[in-house]
């Protein structure tokens, strides 16, 4: 199903697919998280007419975090969480543990582990290492699953486990990039993205505002402009206390 909503200037198209228990409340949350997330990024460029929330994971939690506080009852950043690799379990950290809905009859708790990168328009196919962060926020998110069943009093509502990729979509300024270079971001991250599992049940896709492309400028490279930004997720099913 894909959705065509207007957001002031902006278009954001959400791609939603599969189905099962709190699918429907968990990709509502994101999509506001994102669309909210778009709010904060529009007004720092508006300010500074710079996109430095775009570089990078750090940076993107610049933008992300406002707008998590705004649509959860609470969450902390870089969770502590002990988590398993291969065989091996390791301490580590979940980007954001989150919980929604509390005292409701559809009260859960959401991890998520994010990764972000970027990508010239126009193009045919996702960068390898874009890939490469993909897969490997998959692994991170599945891998607390252990620490989940073995701490069952603590984690007593369903548990909902997400990863996110963020990539910014750029193109140099002597480049006529038409809407439909950018549309292609959604198709291509359908075919690129299903590693495995690890297929992308939520995609939603920014495209800034002709003013607002001519408006915002990259601080490392005056040629590039941006042109929006893709939003990759794939929601996995919830585990539930037993």
């Known amino acids: 199903m894909e ?12 791609k939603r697919t599969g189905k099962f228990p709190f699918k429907q409340v968990v990709t509502d949350l994101l999509i506001n998280v994102i669309r909210d997330s778009i709010v904060s990024a529009k007004k720092y460029i ?30 902390i950043l870089e969770y502590p969480i002990e988590r398993k690799v291969g065989r091996e379990n390791h301490f580590g950290r979940v980007d954001y543990y ?6 409701k009859r559809n009260e859960y708790h959401l991890f998520i582990e994010m990764k972000s990168h970027r990508q010239s328009l126009p193009f045919n196919k996702y960068r390898e290492e874009s890939i490469r962060f993909w897969e490997t926020a998959y692994k991170q998110i599945c891998g607390i699953g252990q620490e989940i069943k073995a701490n069952r009093t603590f984690y007593s509502k369903p548990i909902i486990r997400v990863c996110v990729e963020t990539i910014v979509l750029y193109a140099h300024k002597t480049k006529n990039i038409t809407t439909s270079d950018i549309d292609s971001a959604i198709k291509l991250a359908q075919n690129d993205f ?25 601080e490392w ?22």
């Open 98 to 103: 989150c919980r929604c809905n509390m005292d």
């Open 194 to 218: 299903c590693c495995g599992k690890a297929i992308p049940n939520l995609i939603v896709l920014w495209k800034c505002s002709d003013e607002l492309v001519e408006k915002a400028r990259d």
């Open 46 to 75: 508006e300010i500074t007419k710079y996109t430095t929330f775009s570089f990078g994971e750090l940076q993107m939690h610049s933008i992300i975090i406002p707008a998590l506080t705004k649509n959860t009852d609470c969450f």
């Open 3 to 14: 959705e065509k909503i207007p957001n002031t200037e902006e278009i954001i198209r959400i």
């Open 221 to 242: 490279n005056n040629d590039r402009k941006m042109y929006g930004i893709i939003f990759i997720c794939h929601i996995m099913e919830p585990h539930f206390p037993n």
